[in-house]
């Protein structure tokens, strides 16, 4: 490895930190060595059975994980379409602290996910271990950023920050910023002035400068001005009703006859509008795929109740036999 997911520059403040015997954390957006894994010569990634997603490769038990419904198998030796040799793409916890090792091969670095949290009992019993001896380097993620506070921390770094920002609903950015923000803060909350690096490919990006910066009000305000151009909430109620079925074209039926209620209703309604359907961006979860509709509207226009009665005929109409319909609010997915 050269080192390819950790910048110069950050390499230069680590190592300036290891040799003042004050610790860093990195920050990472998902755990796992390699989030994907392709044969060179033919293309083929390995596909989760039940679900419409990639497999992530975990290098602790050398098993592929579908992190949506838990189904695991082996990696083989080489690809099974073709017998190609089979590369790694992606960053995770764990390549970031093997090539964490070759940059300081002398120094201890602690992994915290959900895979090295499990043989050590607990995040806290980890937690402990790391400001008791001073580990040099903690390289972890979203759980690193919890009100932790350590003293002797003076340097946070955020890998790959685009990733969260990109996400594509109207909470990326929220989400993002609350995140950067989070470990932003860990820095120098002792005596000593502490620094934070945020890798990224967009530096340029408002929501990266604003988080780096920990300014919350210009965030909120920029945040509120581009929701409000949306009319996405709190200045509207965005209600998704999702359908999941194990038969795809009854599911995508069920949606459109939902999609033609709201529309004929919506055209009663003032500034209504009614979006899909269209798949989850994860469409089939064990076995099941799902559909959604969005209807988006003024806040107490009736909107809630529109959709409780279509719930309810959902419920009654034989023509939903085999899928399962629900609502919410402002969905987090």
Request: proline share 4%; with cysteine; aromatic share 8%.
């Amino acid at each position: 490895g050269n080192g390819g997911n950790i910048s110069s520059r950050l390499r230069d403040e680590l190592a300036a930190n290891i040799e003042r015997g004050e610790q860093s954390i990195l920050f990472i957006n998902r755990r796992g060595a390699n989030k994907l894994i392709s044969c060179g010569e033919c293309g083929f990634t390995y596909k989760c059975p039940r679900c419409s997603v990639s497999l992530t490769y975990h290098s602790d038990n050398r098993r592929l994980m579908c992190h949506y419904c838990g189904f695991s198998r082996w990696l083989d030796n080489s690809c099974p379409e073709c017998g190609g040799t089979l590369n790694f793409i992606g960053a995770g916890t764990q390549m970031i602290a093997s090539e964490l090792a070759e940059i300081f091969p002398d120094i201890e670095i602690m992994r915290v996910d959900a895979d090295s949290v499990a043989p050590a009992g607990s995040h806290e019993e980890l937690f402990d271990r790391f400001k008791r001896e001073r580990v040099p380097i903690m390289v972890g993620t979203q759980m690193v950023t919890k009100g932790l506070n350590f003293e002797n921390v003076t340097l946070v770094g955020v890998l790959s920050a685009d990733q969260s920002l990109y996400a594509g609903d109207y909470r990326a950015s929220e989400r993002a910023f609350s995140l950067m923000t989070q470990v932003v803060g860990r820095s120098g909350r002792g005596r000593k002035p502490g620094r934070a690096i945020i890798q990224t490919y967009t530096p340029e990006n408002e929501v990266i400068k604003q988080a780096a910066n920990q300014d919350y009000e210009s965030f909120y305000q920029s945040e509120i001005q581009l929701r409000k151009m949306q009319n996405s909430p709190p200045f509207s109620e965005l209600i998704a009703i999702t359908v999941s079925g194990v038969m795809e074209e009854r599911v995508v039926a069920a949606c459109r006859r939902i999609k033609l209620w709201l529309d004929d209703s919506a055209a009663k309604m003032p500034e209504t509008a009614v979006l899909g359907p269209c798949p989850m961006p994860v469409v089939k979860v064990n076995n099941r795929y799902r559909y959604r509709v969005t209807v988006c509207g003024k806040v107490n226009s009736g909107l809630r109740a529109l959709v409780s009665r279509i719930l309810t005929h959902c419920g009654t109409d034989k023509f939903f036999s085999g899928v399962s319909v629900f609502a919410d609010n402002a969905p987090l997915d």
